[in-house]
């Protein structure tokens, strides 16, 4: 379900026309909303939901502009593919762990 839900919100994105600045400030500011809410309450199921397929569609993005392989498809474990793309991303100098975030293209 998350699979077919993550492939929609990927179909109706016009992020073939950003830069990689543009990708890189979506990617980031979709995860401090992802991480800003830590599971805590006063957040709907859909709400967050919707927090995790934003950041999972940034994440994708900034990882196809990057020529890192990755497609809603591979989402059937979220947070397992979630980190493998974080560390691709890393390792191309991206840094998403922390305050300096960089892009190496």
Do not use: H, W
Request: a negative charge; charged letters at 25%.
């Amino acid at each position: 379900m998350y699979v077919d839900l993550l492939t929609r919100a990927l179909g109706t994105d016009e992020a073939s026309i950003k830069s990689n600045d543009s990708l890189l400030a979506d990617l980031v500011d979709s995860r401090a909303r992802l991480r800003g809410t830590g599971g805590g309450s006063g957040s709907s199921a859909a709400e967050s939901l919707a927090r995790e397929l934003t950041y999972d569609g940034a994440l994708i993005r900034m990882c196809e502009a990057l020529s890192v392989p990755a497609s809603a498809s591979r989402f059937s474990n979220p947070t397992q593919e979630r980190q493998r793309l974080e560390l691709e991303l890393t390792t191309l100098g991206v840094a998403l762990l922390d305050s300096a975030t960089t892009v190496q293209a």
